[in-house]
């Protein structure tokens, strides 16, 4: 390396550690989205879609400190979102049919954001 460059590299398992705690603080803090909703509207599909959500940000909260959780959870929810973007790109708006608000334009963003992020981190950064 030649004298006053510096190399600066963010391994994967930083960044699977703090993809895994982001994620798992978001969707915790789904709770009172389902609180408003459940009030408003009572009982529907997407009040289990909400109360998904809040299950994995308890998982990751149990693994908080658990090094070999990050990074298979980070591929395995980075596909998974990855997969669940693909469905809300090619049936834009399909669940609203149902009562469900989970493909619907802004949360089809947010599950590709999501998903490919997690795949980025998850499997293609070397260590």
């Known amino acids: 390396m030649k004298r006053g460059?510096?190399?600066t590299t963010?391994?994967?398992?930083?960044?699977?550690k703090w993809y895994t705690r982001i994620?798992?603080?978001?969707f915790l803090s789904i709770v009172f989205s389902l609180f408003i909703h459940f009030t408003q509207s009572g009982h529907t599909p997407e009040t289990w879609h909400k109360i998904f959500h809040i299950l994995i940000g308890f998982i990751v909260i149990y693994h908080w400190?658990?090094?070999?959780?990050?990074?298979?959870?980070?591929?395995?929810?980075?596909?998974?979102?990855?997969f669940v973007a693909?469905?809300?790109?090619?049936?834009p708006d399909f669940a609203l049919q149902i009562g469900l608000e989970a493909f619907t334009y802004s949360d089809t963003i947010l599950?590709?954001?999501v998903g490919l992020t997690g795949?980025?981190?998850g499997?293609?950064?070397k260590r």
């Not at 963010?10 to 699977?16: A, G």
């Not at 994620?23 to 978001?26: A, L």
């Not at 693909?86 to 049936?91: D, R, S, V």
């Open 111 to 113: 599950h590709t954001i």
């Open 86 to 91: 693909i469905f809300g790109w090619t049936f």
């Open 23 to 26: 994620i798992g603080v978001y």
């Open 5 to 7: 460059k510096t190399k």
């Open 123 to 125: 499997v293609r950064i």
């Open 119 to 121: 795949l980025l981190i």
């Open 65 to 82: 400190n658990n090094k070999n959780f990050y990074r298979p959870f980070t591929a395995i929810s980075g596909a998974f979102f990855t």
């Open 10 to 16: 963010i391994n994967r398992d930083f960044l699977s």
